[in-house]
């Protein structure tokens, strides 16, 4: 455990995303939103939570669904409807 110890430690800087770059993408995720068919996406969306709900494979739809634009926010959204999200246990 001690094998590959520092001298001292690194000074931990936490990730600063610059504002302009932030409202850029925010810019770009809002035309996406104006431009592409909702719904595609829906219809796409519902589809991918069906095959959550049963024991159908989740990538064919998922695929669709992102190829509709649905953006991986709302895939991942989907899923967590369903599934919930994980919370590991305590216990060893």
Do not use: H, S
């Amino acid at each position: 455990v001690n094998r590959y110890t520092l001298d001292e430690e690194e000074p931990y800087e936490p990730l600063r995303v610059d504002p302009a770059i932030e409202a850029q993408q925010a810019e770009r995720l809002a035309k996406l939103r104006a431009w592409r068919d909702v719904t595609r996406v829906e219809e796409a969306l519902i589809r991918l939570k069906k095959a959550a709900e049963g024991t159908d494979n989740v990538l064919y739809p998922m695929k669709d669904a992102l190829a509709a634009c649905a953006t991986v926010g709302e895939v991942c959204g989907a899923l967590r409807e369903v599934w919930g999200t994980y919370t590991p246990t305590d216990a060893f």
